[in-house]
């Protein structure tokens, strides 16, 4: 998959690119990044990428005019048929879904705004799709950016090893993941639940799943409202 990037900040980047999961898909060609920064489509001495907003009002905006030929120069390095993303508190919420969706895309263009925002007929002329990562702002669209590369790498065939698989990360399944214990045994007074010392596969998964169940049921019940339960979900969380 191709993303290309379309941003102010280029550098902050390497977070994602140069660590971790989606660094390694990065190395091994699984994930091809790259930037379009609006700073370098300037004409002027002091290379403007801001603007003031019609109608007054603390804050500026983008520069139309950097900002829509960085997009057009992401469009050429991602494809034509690369999907426009614009980072914004005013999208579509992401959640685990729309990473799958976006996952299946050949190539997306991550646009990241700073300041107050961008003007909206380049909005309306320019965007398939506008994408919030919560319900907060942030100083810039940058992080917002780095969270759909992150969680749409992990959704790629071939980025996760066996041991760790995209289907079993937590909300694959529409659940909170199950608790985790490693070595030791005992900690601070406290115990690994013996069922994971018993080498039974079969009551292991089913007591991760009842616990899945149980935490969701606690921490976000509006996980379980739209969703089916099957008969042995039912049972188990009788149980
Ligand atoms: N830019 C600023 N705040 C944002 C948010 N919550 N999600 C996506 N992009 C943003």
Not at 17 to 30: E, I, N, Y
Request: charged share 30%.
């Amino acid at each position: 998959m191709h993303i290309a990037l379309v941003s102010l900040f280029p550098e902050m980047f390497d977070a994602v690119s140069d660590h971790g999961v989606t660094g390694r898909a990065v190395k091994q060609g699984l994930v091809e990044i790259s930037h379009s920064n609006p700073r370098d489509f300037t004409s002027d001495r002091h290379r403007t990428v801001d603007d003031r907003p019609y109608g007054g009002g603390p804050g500026m905006l983008m520069k139309i005019d950097p900002l829509q030929q960085a997009i057009a120069a992401a469009r050429e390095k991602a494809g034509k048929d690369a999907k426009v993303i614009y980072l914004s508190p005013q999208g579509k919420r992401l959640d685990h879904g729309k990473a799958v969706e976006l996952s299946r895309e050949q190539a997306l263009i991550l646009v990241a705004g700073r300041y107050e925002g961008v003007d909206e007929r380049l909005i309306e002329a320019e965007v398939d799709e506008e994408i919030s990562i919560g319900d907060y702002v942030l100083s810039g669209g940058e992080l917002a950016a780095m969270v759909v590369i992150d969680t749409v790498t992990r959704q790629l065939p071939g980025v996760l090893g066996h041991e760790l698989s995209a289907q079993e990360d937590s909300y694959a399944d529409g659940l909170l993941d199950c608790p985790h214990y490693t070595r030791p045994e005992e900690y601070q007074g406290k115990l690994v639940p013996e069922v994971l010392l018993s080498g039974n596969h079969e009551q292991i998964r089913r007591w991760r799943l009842k616990q899945a169940l149980g935490r969701t049921q606690e921490r976000r019940p509006d996980l379980l409202q739209g969703r089916s339960m099957t008969a042995e979900e039912e049972a188990l969380l009788a149980e």
